[in-house]
């Protein structure tokens, strides 16, 4: 039998795309792709946004976006917000419409969602992926060129347990790993002490195990949680908070690695 082969089609409209993943739930994956599209954004990338959790999409509401896509009978235009360009399945359904989809739903979401929607001269697409090591994942990785993935973590052993499944899937498919992200590693309490409430070291232990960069750690902050809600991401509506710091360094990483100004 011959062996299958998967032909890797760029994202319309987009230089690079880069996803951010975590095989565990809840880690922060939204909340690290919003606020890290927006930290590019201000270093003066064009940035697409793609919400690729499809039974649980974040974006409608870390952006605050509650109105459908227009589509020009072909294609979808992207919902322009905080100068990202925005697309969500969130966007097309009703708030609390539970997604019943087989697989092979998600996989044709997905492809319209890269090659039916008119993201325009962008630098990179932000990918925000679903927890799990599943269809979404496979999809992305087999069918689109992905020019890196960031692993999102938090520092507890539940957690990394599934990471590493993560890691060893995106290794397997072929998929640069670009770094691991400790997020709510510590919490500063008001005595300015750090208390790691998850655990301490675990991420980076995890990157240096499997030869991976570690790309540093996010304090628990309950601002983030809260502007999250707002819909308005910390690193827009709270450029000098010591968080959006931290993700404008990390976009200046980014941004340097993939594009030489
Ligand atoms: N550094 C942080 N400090 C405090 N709260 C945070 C931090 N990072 C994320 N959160 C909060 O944790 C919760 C989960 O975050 P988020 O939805 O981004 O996770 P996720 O990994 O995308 O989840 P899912 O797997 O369901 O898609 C949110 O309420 C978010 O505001
Ligand atoms: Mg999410």
Redo the contacts with the bound molecule.
């Keep these: 039998m011959k062996p299958k082969t998967f032909v890797k089609n760029p994202i319309n409209g987009t230089k690079f795309t880069i996803a951010?993943s975590?095989a565990?739930?809840?880690?922060?994956?939204?909340?690290?792709?919003?606020n890290i599209s927006i930290a590019l954004s201000k270093l003066g990338c064009k940035v697409g946004l793609l919400d690729a959790?499809i039974y649980?999409p974040?974006l409608p509401k870390?952006f605050s976006i509650n109105h459908k896509p227009e589509s020009d009978g072909k294609n979808l235009k992207p919902i322009l917000k905080y100068e990202i360009q925005c697309m969500s399945i969130g966007f097309l359904t009703e708030e609390q419409t539970p997604m019943i989809w087989r697989g092979p739903m998600v996989t044709s979401a997905i492809k319209t969602f890269t090659q039916k929607v008119s993201w325009k001269n962008l630098d990179f697409i932000i990918v925000?992926?679903?927890?799990?090591t599943g269809d979404t994942q496979l999809t992305f990785s087999q069918e689109i060129k992905m020019d890196g993935v960031i692993i999102?973590s938090t520092p507890q052993e539940i957690a990394l347990q599934d990471v590493k499944r993560g890691i060893k899937m995106f290794d397997k498919l072929g998929v640069k790993i670009i770094g691991l992200i400790d997020?709510?590693?510590y919490f500063v309490g008001d005595d300015n002490k750090k208390y790691p409430i998850f655990g301490e070291g675990g991420v980076k232990k995890t990157a240096e195990e499997f030869n991976k960069e570690f790309l540093g750690e996010?304090?628990?902050?309950?601002?983030?949680?809260?502007?999250?809600?707002l819909g308005t991401p910390i690193v827009h509506s709270k450029p000098e908070n010591k968080?959006s710091k931290i993700y404008l360094e990390l976009a200046k990483k980014i941004k340097s690695t993939y594009l030489l100004n």
């Design positions: 951010i975590s565990k739930g809840g880690v922060g994956k939204s909340t690290f792709a919003s959790d649980g974040s870390l925000d992926m679903p927890p799990g999102v997020n709510m590693s996010i304090p628990i902050e309950p601002e983030i949680g809260k502007l999250g809600d968080i």
